[in-house]
């Protein structure tokens, strides 16, 4: 039984990394195993979301950034962002934040 549960928590992290899985509905275990399966970089609430996307290597520079928000194409918490975005406490879910740049490009944001 303890390895069904593994799987299902395997699935779901996976359906937040690539699909549209709920992010917030991950329990503490399942957000660890997400901080372990994906990039990961720390930030500081207040910190401008273009800034983030740059120092996440999702953007090579603060330009790229910047057309990545206005096609739409960057996410947060699967939620699309602009530009003058900054990071908010509401933003975290015990201290971790998904940034997406499409389906397959993702850092997991650590609150430090």
Do not use: Y
């Amino acid at each position: 039984m303890h390895g069904e549960q593994a799987v299902i928590d395997a699935e779901q992290v996976s359906a937040v990394l690539f699909g549209d899985g709920d992010f917030r509905a991950l329990s503490g275990d399942m957000i660890a195993t997400l901080a372990a399966s994906a990039p990961s970089h720390e930030v500081q609430l207040g910190s401008q979301i273009l800034d983030v996307i740059v120092e996440a290597k999702l953007a090579s520079s603060k330009r790229e950034a910047r057309q990545f928000l206005s096609e739409g194409a960057i996410a947060l918490n699967g939620e699309v962002v602009s530009e003058g975005r900054t990071l908010t406490k509401q933003d975290f879910n015990n201290g971790i934040a998904l940034l997406k740049r499409g389906r397959r490009n993702v850092s997991v944001l650590l609150l430090s």
